[in-house]
T-cell receptor
């Protein structure tokens, strides 16, 4: 079962920031929060991940609440090409084996 | 190539046929994952390899599904006696040792008639 909850869809105007929320209230101390996105007919693409600190890279920023029960992915200046399904997942690094559980994701529509 | 490749990209099978789906990982990536993605759904985990060892196959839906990675590189997902409910996109992803990012292939779209 997915350990995260996301809204099914969101709209965003082109050029504005897109803020995608995710709830992961049962996250444990050694689980990371990951974000992927999937553009139609392609495999998922890694965006960013974090444990407890906020993270930023060339694609996005990840804000994790202090209690780690929720997070927000921020696309600072959304473009039409950012229209995709965004998945928030939690996973733990375990050399004994692990599985990554995807939920249904948030379908982001960026509109001109 | 630089990325994960999968073949074939599209496969149509008659119900009851066996199919084999191939995944070519990024060179040197020790971890390899298979996922099944039904239309409109997120990817669902099937199985995980670390090198040639299959460490988790808890997501395989039935004993008709079998995966192998005999030399720790190329992997094959085999589905025997295909059923219509097997129709989906099958995604392969690989990850380097100690890395934090899974790289996904484009998937194989399987349609069972």
């Amino acid at each position: 079962d997915a350990k995260t909850t996301q809204p099914p869809s969101m709209d965003c105007a082109e050029g504005r920031a897109a803020n995608l929320p995710c709830n992961h209230s049962t996250i444990s101390g050694n689980e990371y929060v990951y974000w992927y996105r999937q553009i139609h007919s392609q495999g998922p693409q890694y965006i960013i991940h974090g444990l407890k600190n906020n993270e930023t890279n060339e694609m996005a920023s990840l804000i994790i609440t202090e209690d780690r029960k929720s997070s927000t992915l921020i696309l600072p200046h959304a473009t039409l090409r950012d229209t995709a399904v965004y998945y928030c997942i939690v996973r733990v690094w375990n050399t004994g084996g692990f599985k990554t559980i995807f939920g249904a994701g948030t379908r982001l529509f960026v509109k001109a | 190539g630089a990325g994960v490749s999968q073949s074939p990209r599209y496969k149509v099978a008659k119900r009851g046929q066996d199919v084999a789906l191939r995944c070519d990982p990024i060179s040197g990536h020790v971890s390899l994952f298979w996922y099944q993605q039904a239309l409109g759904q997120g990817p669902e985990f099937l199985t995980y390899f670390q090198n040639e060892a299959q460490l988790d196959k808890s997501g395989l839906p039935s004993d008709r599904f079998f995966a192998e990675r005999p030399e720790g590189s190329v992997s094959t997902l085999k589905i025997q006696r295909t059923q219509q409910e097997d129709s989906a996109v099958y995604l392969c992803a690989t990850e380097g040792a100690g890395a934090n990012e899974q790289f996904f292939g484009p998937g194989t779209r399987l349609t069972v008639l």
